[in-house]
């Protein structure tokens, strides 16, 4: 009988030792999937606008995100990505979520580049947040480059157009999270 119960305890180890080795697997595949796009983007931004290179190596950190926003009247989207602290190479894996209500009618696919001037403003936004924002933009496939040439606020935004066609005015809001599964 205690034999059964020592075999039976040993298997449950092994299964749970297995489980959770498949979803670090998992995890660190999701994590470098994210790190290549975000890498890729990076490239991409770099190589369209000549002032993003200038303010990232001022930014102690930044966030580049992927993300899809569909809508007509109403307006929703999503995407995933990762924030990195350049002095220490910390990667925070990141959802972003966003809403509004205006007009505006299609579906787009862009990155979101976000370049922080500051260790405090790095740390709020990992911290998660709401940023409301009215906005107003055309964009048509890979023509929708926000172009910006300082920090306003401790805050740098790029945004590049990957594939769609929305145009649209609105008011949204967008918040940002860390993903639980990727810490």
């Given at each position: ?22 979803g670090d697997s ?133 945004q590049m157009t ?22």
């Amino acid at each position: 009988m205690q034999r059964s119960f020592l075999l039976a305890l040993a298997l449950m180890l092994g299964l749970s030792s297995a489980f959770a080795q498949e979803g670090d697997s998992r995890a660190t595949a999701r994590k470098q999937e994210i790190d290549a796009a975000a890498q890729a983007a990076l490239d991409e931004l770099f190589a369209a606008q000549g002032n993003a290179r200038e303010l990232y190596d001022k930014a102690v950190g930044y966030a580049v995100l992927t993300a899809t926003k569909a809508g007509f009247i109403v307006s929703g989207g999503s995407g995933t990505g990762v924030a990195v602290n350049k002095a220490t190479g910390q990667r925070t894996y990141m959802r972003m979520g966003t809403g509004g209500i205006g007009l505006g009618i299609g579906a787009q696919r862009y990155n979101l580049y976000i370049l922080f001037e500051t260790e405090s403003h790095l740390s709020r936004f990992v911290a998660g947040g709401w940023d409301s924002s009215a906005t107003a933009q055309a964009a048509a496939g890979k023509e929708g480059v926000a172009v910006r040439s300082s920090f306003i606020d401790g805050i740098a935004f790029f945004q590049m157009t990957d594939k769609g066609l929305m145009a649209h005015a609105d008011i949204s809001g967008t918040r940002f999270w860390v993903i639980d599964e990727l810490r």
